[in-house]
């Protein structure tokens, strides 16, 4: 019965408030919102004259007169008067190791959210005033924790808005016009964003680095393959010279043969040994930007601050710059000279031995930066930077069902059993991708309904209205809309109609440093739908938006 009265609630509530619906009205569309809500966000589209539903994006002109469902408003006062009224489950309630509700009396529930204003936990139902009240909405909400009580100044009992950029350290406004006046001072807000901003751009090193370490690997993988290979040329070649000098070249083969695997060993161990020392590194590399990573998603500022300098340093890299890859020839003297040896066998055998010698060839890798390539223009081109992406249970909306090893995504009516999770979308059915995108990436979606397709900053909003998380309704995401009939292009809430074939499938092609994103139509031939050309500031996500209709969406393996 507790899992019906749920049900109901969420079946009855805005998506927009998130809240039971007041006032309830219907759009054509079939979807329905609290007649304020809806107002409200048609009155921010009044200037472009073209009012979208929120949650399927269909557009209408004129703007729709709406009237009250009387009888959804019926349902809602019916709800209220009975199943919202049930006792919460034992569940609920805080236990030893839970951060409880300041404000309950008695047993105390579960905290949903702390405010870092009042520096109180507060459970669902003690929250509402913070979603209600115009003051109160302003207050900074995260995770429930026990540690509110270190954004206090302990001189001044206020709390630490503050930072002091001279003495490194998190003040409150007191502090700043007393034993901190004079001194370089911002909001803990600022710096955080600024010390972020210096985060991002340590990863984007990072994971360059990483990939031209790997680079570098592979280089000298090919390089033991082609020392070995060239020895082994070397070594079959000799062998069929000195078969023609009989038992007087048995014993002088034998000595060519050792002296060339030897060689073999020397090259291939210096070469070895490098690529060791790079693979650690990358090892160490990948480690420090997961801590980084880690140290991003802290959402209070003091404890940021606080981990960041210890963490942001970066060990100097290894240094590759005498590496450099040679033609591949290395023993191709050694044949020559026994070669000649044959033919000069009878009198140098009279006189002396000839001492054959192998000479060391020094390995290494030149670290020039190649030349860009131009953009792709053909499928065949394309799959060329084909990715292999999966997608992230941890950012994905209770309504989405993951699949297929993570790459497919179905709407459900059922609410999924995730976890807690601060990357979870809570008011969008959407989800982001595990791997970030950085360089140059191609991949394919096979979707059937109507799905979004889209890139997206890690630091996009996952909860709040479609605003502020929906994909391109703001400046740090942009989609692609697949309808029954058409296509829609969505950047910072602005709506461009997209004309092209309509296909179950679309590719995305992305070139972040060139700040280029491509919308392709795929069916038997490939159609460029949109392109952007802008400044991407961060590693993007790639994501996927499900309208509610059962619809599905999958990111496909291309070759």
Known sequence: MEQKDQLDRETI????????????????????????????????????????????????TPRPVLKKNTMLAALVEQLKKTGLQAAPADHCYAGPEDVACDVCTGRKLKASKSCLQCLISYCENHLQPHFESTKLK?????????????????????????????????????????D????????????????RRELEVSRLNIQQRIQHREKDVKLLQQEVEAVSLSADKAV??????????????????????????????????GVKELQEKLQQEITELKRKDSELKQLSHTED?????????????????????????????????????????????????????????????????????????P????????????????????????????????????????????????????????????????????????????????????????GGNWRESGFGYNDESWALYCGTNSYTFWFDNIFTPVSGPVSSRVGVYLDHRAGILSFYSISE????????????????YAGLYLHINGSTAELCKVK
């Open 236 to 269: 079959e070649d000799n062998e069929e010279i000195f078969t023609q000098l009989i038992r007087l070249l048995q014993k002088r083969s034998s000595d060519v043969k050792q002296q060339i695997r030897s060689q073999q060993q020397t090259e291939v161990s």
């Open 375 to 462: 953009e792709p223009k053909t499928r065949a081109e394309l799959l060329q930077y084909s990715n292999e992406i999966t997608l992230d249970p941890n950012t994905a909306n209770t309504r989405l069902l993951l699949s297929e090893g993570n790459r497919k995504v179905k709407w459900t009516r059922q609410q999924q059993s995730y976890s807690s999770h601060t990357d979870r979308f809570t008011g969008c059915y959407q989800v982001l991708s595990r791997e970030s995108l950085t360089g140059r990436c191609y991949w394919e979606v096979e979707r059937r309904g109507r799905v979004g397709v889209a890139v997206a900053y890690e630091n996009i909003s996952r």
């Open 138 to 178: 302003k207050h900074k909400l995260v995770e429930p924790s026990e540690k509110l009580q270190e954004n206090i100044c302990s001189r001044h009992d206020e709390v630490m808005k503050m930072f002091c950029r001279t003495d490194q350290q998190s003040i409150c406004y007191l502090c700043s016009v007393e």
């Open 301 to 373: 500022h003091n404890q940021f601050l606080h981990n960041y300098p210890s963490v942001s340093q970066l060990s100097e890299p290894a240094d590759s710059s005498s590496i450099n890859i040679r033609p591949l020839r290395y023993f191709e003297d050694v044949t020559a000279a026994v070669s000649e040896l044959r033919d000069l066998l009878q009198d140098i055998l009279r006189d002396k031995w000839t001492n054959i010698s192998l000479t060391r060839t020094e390995v290494k890798v030149s670290r020039s930066e190649p030349e860009p390539e």
């Open 525 to 540: 031939i490939m159609t460029l739908l949109h392109r952007v050309q802008t400044t991407f500031t961060q590693p993007l």
């Open 180 to 195: 901190h006046k004079g001194h370089d001072t911002v909001s803990a807000a600022a710096e955080r964003t600024e010390r």
């Open 13 to 60: 509530s805005c998506v927009i408030c998130l809240d039971l619906l007041k006032d309830p009205v219907t759009t054509t569309c079939g979807h329905s919102y609290c007649m304020s809500c809806i107002k409200s966000h048609w009155d921010g589209e009044d200037q472009r004259r073209i009012y979208s539903c929120p949650q399927c994006r269909e557009a209408f």
